[in-house]
T-cell receptor, first 109, second 117 residues
Framework: AQRVTQPEKLLSVFKGAPVELKCNYSYSGSPELFWYVQYSRQRLQLLLRHISRESIKGFTADLNKGETSFHLKKPFAQEEDSAMYYCALPTGGGNKLTFGTGTQLKVEL | GAVVSQHPSRVICKSGTSVKIECRSLDFQATTMFWYRQFPKQSLMLMATSNEGSKATYEQGVEKDKFLINHASLTLSTLTVTSAHPEDSSFYIC?????????????FGPGTRLTVL
């Protein structure tokens, strides 16, 4: 079955520290993976997708097929990065997405 | 671009009544929209896929007679929670899929908080 796992419910880091939000997937074939972010009281929005290999707000994510991972990284956390982060995987055709359980990132001063 | 709106943002109703939630893609056409349910501090759970001009596709365990979905145009999908009960209280989120243009993917509405008394 196609599945996304985010093992950490909460990740607390200090401002300026590196951040790594973990995401592991189970998928047969070549997956297209996404990271979505939900800031407090705001809607869910796309942060980045692996096929575009872009860096948004300093975040990057590399698809590691050997480890079946798509971890989200940022070298220096900022206070405004505090949010809920979801890893997502297309499943079942028709552009459906399966979301991980999410990781709450808290950046402390 | 790729803005999705939902109406209402918040609704409180009595048990046994029906509630309609609208999802609109404001600046693009969406042949496919999705309806999710999100419980407090939990992930989004896909309820159904709304297809313009055809019947919605429901996920396993979601009652199609309880959660009626209509996708009458390329910019509007509605979710009607029929005979609502307190256990239906939740945060309902829609998304619209854009497969063309420079912005592609699922774009999410702000959500609707339903409270059933």
């Amino acid at each position: 079955a196609q599945r996304v796992t985010q093992p950490e419910k909460l990740l607390s880091v200090f401002k300026g520290a590196p951040v790594e939000l973990k995401c592991n997937y189970s998928y047969s074939g070549s997956p297209e993976l996404f990271w979505y972010v939900q800031y407090s009281r705001q809607r869910l929005q796309l942060l980045l997708r692996h096929i575009s290999r872009e860096s948004i707000k300093g975040f990057t994510a590399d698809l590691n097929k050997g480890e079946t991972s798509f971890h989200l990284k940022k070298p220096f956390a900022q206070e405004e990065d505090s949010a809920m982060y979801y890893c997502a995987l297309p499943t079942g055709g028709g552009n459906k997405l399966t979301f991980g359980t999410g990781t709450q990132l808290k950046v402390e001063l | 671009g790729a803005v999705v709106s939902q109406h209402p943002s918040r609704v409180i109703c009595k048990s046994g009544t029906s509630v309609k939630i609208e999802c609109r893609s404001l600046d693009f056409q969406a042949t496919t929209m999705f309806w999710y349910r999100q419980f407090p501090k939990q992930s989004l759970m896909l309820m159904a896929t709304s297809n313009e001009g055809s019947k919605a596709t429901y996920e396993q365990g979601v009652e199609k007679d309880k959660f009626l979905i209509n996708h009458a145009s390329l910019t509007l999908s509605t979710l009607t929670v029929t005979s609502a009960h307190p256990e239906d209280s939740s945060f309902y989120i829609c998304s619209a899929f854009s497969g063309t243009g420079t912005t592609q993917g699922q774009f999410f509405g702000p959500g609707t908080r339903l409270t059933v008394l």
